[in-house]
């Protein structure tokens, strides 16, 4: 509809021959391009666009046809503009079209607060963003309640404000049942769940993306997070992961993030309600690679913490975040074949996610208690994570029943090495064992040219 309108909207501009007004030709075309548009997808899949929202975009077509030509000198053509711009608002509302996030936590409230404002200045968007809130006391207080009278999420975003229009819901049918975009964000081993939750609940027409820094790994291979929500929801999915700490974000300190969306289309929708000045977007079509970097950093974070539990240095830590990249790389190799593209590795959701993981992530910071304090790892996740998950810890445990189970894991030292740390209680020290691997050889698919 973008489209078509650009390029009517044209065409119109010449026919009214406007000298001084092409501006409204161009806005006038533009209107009823995008009717048009919707009009075409309505008869092609009739349940998409409700019966009213038909007439209503039919009464825009409508409203650009009657206005006059320019010779008219009772036109009007700033009050017939504005009268169909009302048209336009309404029929929007109509539609539906509407952002749904899952789960409050501290990403979650992060893409709410980004998502809130950014919908506000896409006109083909409804205004109210709807988070579902898993239902908790705060202080005596509901959170949901908490949230939607203070605007703050106080428990896992606090000293940040959400935008008036980001809606808490204690259910997660509600959140999700108008939305055509829903942003999953919930840690990975509750997502079936949820899922099964509010399947047969969503518009034919709703679409996903996940923000889920991890993947179910077996010894039967790796499934990822897009797979699962698109088996289970029969919906399409794209996925987003970056360099992007979200306390960081929150306060609007400029980074960078990786959409994986497969269709070009779709993308440009994905990153107009994420991009700001703040948050640079770049898209590519690898959904796979873009899911499997942000799962993996997690792995070399807790590497790159035990070097600091140990007190080791930056030397050191360099040393095993390079050897995590290429353990990840050619873990990719091996465990997905010709579908993750090695540029994708390039991006935000690959090099720089493993630098600031391992610099700054929580799965760096728990490692390095873990070394420091000798706990279990699951009672310093109780305490310090104020009932977040530690994503890194159970990746670990998958990317070794995976290698295991393929009898490649002299291929992996440092992830091997990491995993018996964790799991099988050998000293930290040992994270070094066999570490003199060549990753020359390793080859990935080669990324596209254009």
């Known amino acids: 509809g973008l489209a078509a309108g650009e390029a009517i909207g044209a065409e119109e501009g010449r026919e009214l021959g406007l000298e001084h007004g092409y501006d409204i030709g161009k806005d006038l075309g533009f209107y009823r391009g995008w009717a048009q548009e919707w009009l075409r997808a309505a008869a092609a899949h009739p349940d998409l666009v409700p019966a009213r929202?038909?007439?209503?975009?039919?009464?825009?077509?409508d409203a650009v046809n009657d206005v006059p030509t320019v010779n008219d000198e009772n036109a009007h053509f700033g009050e017939r503009l504005k009268a169909i711009q009302l048209k336009f608002k309404t029929v929007s509302a109509t539609l539906g079209v509407s952002v749904a996030t899952e789960l409050p936590t501290e990403s979650g409230s992060t893409a709410a607060r980004i998502i809130g404002g950014n919908v506000r200045k896409l006109p083909n968007f409804d205004d109210t963003v709807k988070i579902w809130v898993y239902e908790e006391l705060v202080g005596g207080k509901k959170l949901t309640e908490i949230i939607n009278t203070q605007h703050e999420n106080v428990k896992y975003l606090p000293g940040h404000k959400l935008p008036d229009n980001v809606v808490a819901v204690p259910d997660a049918i509600e959140a999700?049942?108008?939305?055509?975009?829903?942003?999953?964000?919930?840690?990975?081993?509750?997502?079936?769940?949820?899922?099964?939750?509010i399947h047969g609940h969503l518009l034919p027409s709703a679409r996903a993306i996940s923000l889920i820094k991890g993947m179910a790994i077996s010894s039967q291979g790796m499934t990822t997070m897009t797979q699962i929500i698109h088996r289970t929801l029969a919906i399409p999915v794209a996925s987003l992961s970056g360099a992007n700490i979200a306390n960081e974000i929150a306060e609007e300190k400029y980074?960078?993030?990786?959409?994986?969306?497969?269709?070009?289309?779709?993308?440009?929708?994905?990153?107009?309600?994420?991009?700001?000045?703040?948050?640079?977007v770049n898209c590519v079509g690898d959904v796979i690679g873009v899911e499997?970097?942000?799962?993996?950093?997690?792995?070399?974070?807790?590497?790159?913490?035990?070097i600091d539990g140990l007190g080791l240095g930056n030397n050191t830590k360099a040393a095993i975040i390079r050897i995590g990249f290429l353990e990840m790389r050619r873990l990719a190799m091996h465990i997905s074949g010709a579908r993750i593209q090695d540029s994708t590795f390039m991006e935000s959701c690959g090099m720089a996610d493993v630098i600031t993981t391992c610099y700054g992530g929580r799965n760096r910071r728990l490692a390095e208690e873990f070394v420091k304090t000798g706990k279990p790892m699951s009672q310093l996740e109780q305490e310090l994570l104020n009932g977040q998950k530690l994503q890194g810890y159970l990746t670990a445990g998958e990317v070794y029943s995976y290698i295991?189970?393929?009898?490649?894991?002299?291929?992996?030292?440092?992830?091997?090495?990491?995993?018996?740390?964790?799991?099988?209680?050998?000293?930290?020290?040992?994270?070094f064992d066999?570490?003199?691997?060549?990753?020359s050889r390793d080859t990935l698919t080669p990324s596209p040219t254009t």
């Open 53 to 61: 929202a038909q007439k209503k975009l039919q009464a825009i077509v």
């Open 292 to 306: 499997f970097c942000g799962a993996l950093k997690n792995v070399v974070a807790v590497g790159a913490g035990f």
């Open 434 to 439: 066999g570490l003199n691997v060549d990753f």
């Open 176 to 197: 999700a049942k108008d939305a055509t975009h829903i942003v999953v964000v919930i840690p990975h081993q509750f997502i079936q769940h949820l899922l099964d939750t």
């Open 255 to 280: 980074c960078e993030t990786t959409i994986g969306c497969s269709e070009p289309d779709e993308a440009i929708v994905w990153r107009s309600l994420f991009n700001t000045p703040y948050f640079q």
């Open 404 to 431: 295991d189970s393929s009898g490649i894991t002299d291929h992996f030292p440092l992830f091997t090495n990491i995993y018996e740390i964790c799991y099988e209680g050998k000293l930290p020290s040992t994270i």
